[in-house]
């Protein structure tokens, strides 16, 4: 243990200089550092006048999501969340140690679920299906960070982005089917609309560049792939809540009206 942490309080300066010296990818890092802190205030100037508790709680899960993504760059350019990692001799990026920004895939078990709840929340659905998105959100997350981390082999690595790819399509499919019916009943069909075609098309996204970026079949590098993470996480982060919290404060009454249908309860 102890030489661990000594491991990886020594490798942290190193890493951190290497990416500070890698200046195509410190900037892909710095300008969500930026943007997340740009929409952290705006939220906050925005957000002001609203004072029922279900509209305040929607902001209070959209604020927390530029915040996580706040600590999440710094960390990676603070080289805490960052590792040089062997990858298995047969695959496309090469055998030498490979620079991993890990803490992406870690931090996204905690942005992503915010995300869920704010829309969940806005289209008025009930526990269980928010219960059952986030669940199957977190897992897709942590079996995407054992993609990325796994080096025993390239099929593994594989084998782990399948199994996070049917975790995705759980949230997809709540995303698509179940809350689009919710939206209609609770009055935010409209925006609902709006935020859940900007999710499913960015989401889709992260997949993609996974996949054809340095952890995948290398077709583009890691400089590419932070590009590509960070370009999405501008859209799917700063852009959705910007987006999200202005209809809410501008519409506050119309979420108060609402409560979440009951289960019909049954005999039994
Ligand atoms: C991985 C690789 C394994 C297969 C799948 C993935 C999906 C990732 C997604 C990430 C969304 C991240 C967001 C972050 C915002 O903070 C893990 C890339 C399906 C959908 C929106």
């Known amino acids: 243990m102890d030489a661990f942490i000594a491991q990886a309080t020594t490798d942290q300066p190193a890493l951190a200089t290497q990416i500070a010296e890698t200046g195509l990818l410190a900037e892909s890092l710095w300008i969500n550092v930026a943007l997340a802190g740009v929409t952290i205030f705006a939220i906050i100037g925005l957000a002001r006048q609203v004072s029922s508790p279900r509209a305040q709680l929607i902001i209070a899960a959209t604020l927390f999501v530029p915040v996580v993504s706040l600590a ?67 897992a897709m ?6 993609a990325a981390l796994t080096v025993s082999s390239v099929a593994l690595r594989w084998g782990w982005f399948a199994i996070s790819s049917i975790f995705f399509l759980v949230v997809l499919y709540v995303l698509l089917v179940e809350w689009g019916a919710d939206a209609e009943r609770a009055g935010s069909a409209e925006i609902f609309q709006i935020l859940r075609t900007l999710t499913v098309v960015l989401w889709v996204g992260y997949p993609v560049t996974w996949a054809i970026g340095a952890e995948g079949l290398a077709l583009i590098g890691i400089v590419g792939t932070s590009w590509g993470y960070s370009v999405l996480d501008i859209g799917a982060k700063y852009i959705f809540a910007l987006l999200l919290v ?23």
Do not use: Q
């Open 246 to 268: 202005r209809w809410v404060v501008a519409h506050e009454r119309r979420i108060n009206r609402y409560t979440p249908a009951k289960s019909p309860v049954g005999a039994d």
């Open 141 to 146: 997350c942590v079996t995407g960070l054992a």
């Open 72 to 138: 999440s760059y710094s960390a990676l350019i603070s080289g805490l969340t960052v590792s040089l990692t062997t990858l298995p001799p047969a695959h496309p990026s090469g055998a030498d140690p490979m620079l991993t920004l890990w803490g992406r895939y870690l931090t996204w078990t905690f942005s992503t679920p915010l995300i869920l709840l704010a829309l969940g929340l806005l289209a008025g659905s009930n526990m269980t299906k928010l219960f059952v998105v986030i669940s199957a959100d977190i």
